[in-house]
């Protein structure tokens, strides 16, 4: 979650800073660590770390004052959003964000009401470089939040 809190998105990208927009960048992060690790030894700790970004962003979303049916709601759709990310990251051996931002333009253009490929090529390129990351990155290191990725 932490990674979604990173000023380059924020300040070089000008994403809206809302709930939408961190939980979207929530969701690219998570999908890459998911298919870095997918064949490993770890799935249980993969579990763990789904089920706890999920738990964290129920709460956030109960203190925005949202009720239990409005709650489940939001969740099943946030649901479908992470799986369709997920998915489209697993259907190619190796997925480039550089050469296919299709995936990035549905979202984050739906969202900032943009067509700004300039903003899309930053994100494709930092997305790029954190997959790069993660094939290094131990697992247990991400469950312990020391996910020390510097962009640039």
């Given at each position: ?55 964290n962003i129920e709460i956030d979303i109960r203190e925005l004052g949202y009720g ?70 131990d697992v247990n290191n991400m469950i312990n939040g020391s996910i020390d990725f510097?962009?640039?």
């Amino acid at each position: 979650m932490e990674l979604s809190r990173n000023k380059f998105f924020y300040q070089e990208l000008k994403l809206s800073d809302n709930f939408q927009t961190r939980a979207l960048l929530i969701f690219f992060h998570l999908a890459i660590i998911f298919k870095t690790k997918k064949n490993s030894k770890n799935k249980k700790t993969l579990q763990n770390l789904f089920d706890n970004t999920f738990q964290n962003i129920e709460i956030d979303i109960r203190e925005l004052g949202y009720g239990d049916t409005k709650v489940n709601k939001t969740m099943k759709t946030l649901s479908k959003i992470f799986y369709d990310i997920l998915i489209s990251l697993d259907k190619k051996k190796f997925f480039s964000f550089g050469s296919d931002t299709v995936l990035l333009k549905k979202y984050f253009c739906n969202v900032e009401k943009t067509k700004d490929s300039v903003k899309i090529s930053k994100l494709a390129d930092y997305l790029e470089k954190f997959q790069n990351f993660c094939f290094d990155l131990d697992v247990n290191n991400m469950i312990n939040g020391s996910i020390d990725f510097k962009y640039r």
